[in-house]
């Protein structure tokens, strides 16, 4: 507590029903807004960090919210610092175009990723899988069984002392792994979604749970789309970690490593430094962007 002005600080881990329940250490408390923010058009978010004058035991009024560092529109969480991509080694098989939108719109976002490969007790030799495998060599990831509890220290480690939000298609285990994460929780897991609208998402109480060792995670029920974020053509290789280092090495500038001679890049495809299925992703990325210039 802040002695001098007697207020309390901390993150607002749910809203409901005209309340924020906020988080400070191991205490909760249950909150309204001072009225102010209400003719501010100010919204409060899930993950913003907050400043709040106790009125009683555990009950108090939001007076101030703290500036964001990032903010995340669907599910709309401020102060995100990581995003968990989840999909499953098999059941359902990785789908390599949704991880690919995942990892640019966190980069575009300045919010970390960290990859994680879940239900490896499905598959014995994983590692050989090259969808699996290209994604361990460039990135932070995690391989994990929420049912034979392999792998998830690791990853309790990595949820350490941050705000998370689970992402991933449905059916992965997202929900699975954080119920063994958390003991007590009980979230809803094995439940079929029903399909999801493109661009649509059903999370609308998002809701951070706070781990026992530490760190913050949003659970969402999963999206198989994302649309890939506003981009320059040019800038799309700087989102592949492993095409960046080859830039300024093609023969022209402004270089969008398709059809141009002279290509560091597609040189490294063909020698077999960069993986194929990674560039054709980022050509099919790129025809994805010329086509939305043209209207
Ligand atoms: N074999 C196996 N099954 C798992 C694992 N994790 C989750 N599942 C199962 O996968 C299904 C979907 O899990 P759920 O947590 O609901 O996925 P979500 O939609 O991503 O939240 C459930 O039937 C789980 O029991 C795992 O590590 N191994
Ligand atoms: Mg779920
Ligand atoms: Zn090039």
Redesign the pocket.
Known sequence: MNSKENLVEGVVVRAYGGYYYVREGLREWVCSLRGRFRYEKQQVLVGDRVRLKPVRERTGVIEKILPRRTVLVRPPVANVDQVAA?F?VK?PEPNPALLDRFLISAMMNNIDILICF?????SGDFTANPLISRYLKNYRAVL?????GKGLDRLKEMLQDRITV?A????????????ELMPGLK?????I?VKLRRGKHTTRHVELISLPEGGLVA?T??FSSLDLPDLEPQELAGYFPEMEMYYGSCRFIGCLHNKEPGCAVKDAVKSGKIEETRYRQYLEFMQELMDRRRY
Do not use: E, R
């Not at 994990?144 to 034979?148: C, E, L, P, V």
């Not at 991933?168 to 119920?179: A, C, Q, R, Y």
């Not at 979230?187 to 439940?191: D, M, R, Y």
């Open positions: 989840v499953a059941d879940n239900k490896v007790d499905l994990t069984s929420a049912m034979t689970f991933g298609p449905s059916g992965v285990g997202k929900s699975t792994i954080l119920n979230l809803k897991t094995g439940a979604s659970d029920p999963g």
